[in-house]
């Protein structure tokens, strides 16, 4: 009976430490993303992973623009051969709210996991073909300072 106590009580505190574990903006309204982001910070899941010259970590969001469809227009600055070179990237919306599916470098899906619209968004693009998973997260603000 005691195990069985200490199996529960380990159980529920483990279960309440997920609960804090990032989940996709379900409740994601793409117009009001709309206009100029800065972005402020990045981290990757793969440490190699910044030494590529072709990778998330070297695309600046400039701007976001909803299509009628409700897909994302990712207006980005990259650097190549040394000068600033403007790109956009198609994020196709998904059956999912806050996922689309994207074609860039290796990266497939990209997934907003937070935001309030007016101040901050947060934003994470994922490679999910295996065995090379990996995940680049971008934090994005309205106006930089």
């Given at each position: 009976?005691?195990?069985?106590?200490?199996?529960?009580?380990?159980?529920?505190?483990?279960?309440?430490?997920?609960?804090?574990?990032?989940?996709?903006?379900?409740?994601?309204?793409?117009?009001?993303?709309?206009?100029?982001?800065?972005?402020?910070?990045?981290?990757?899941?793969?440490?190699?992973?910044?030494?590529?010259?072709?990778?998330?970590l070297r695309l600046y969001v400039k701007e976001l623009r909803p299509?009628?469809?409700?897909d994302l227009e990712i207006m980005v600055h990259r650097r190549e051969g040394g000068r600033c070179v403007e790109e956009k990237i198609l994020a196709e919306r998904t059956g999912r709210a806050g996922t689309f599916n994207i074609d860039y470098?290796?990266?497939?899906?990209?997934?907003?996991?937070?935001?309030?619209y007016k101040n901050y968004l947060f934003v994470c693009a994922e490679n999910?073909?295996?065995?090379?998973?990996s995940r680049a997260c971008q934090y994005l603000e309205r106006c930089r300072v």
């Open positions: 009976m005691r195990c069985l106590l200490l199996a529960l009580s380990v159980a529920l505190v483990c279960g309440t430490q997920d609960m804090g574990v990032p989940q996709t903006r379900e409740d994601l309204d793409v117009q009001k993303v709309a206009g100029t982001w800065f972005s402020v910070a990045t981290a990757v899941s793969d440490l190699a992973w910044p030494s590529t010259q072709n990778t998330a299509t009628p469809q409700g470098l290796e990266e497939n899906r990209l997934v907003v996991l937070d935001t309030d999910t073909a295996a065995p090379a998973q």
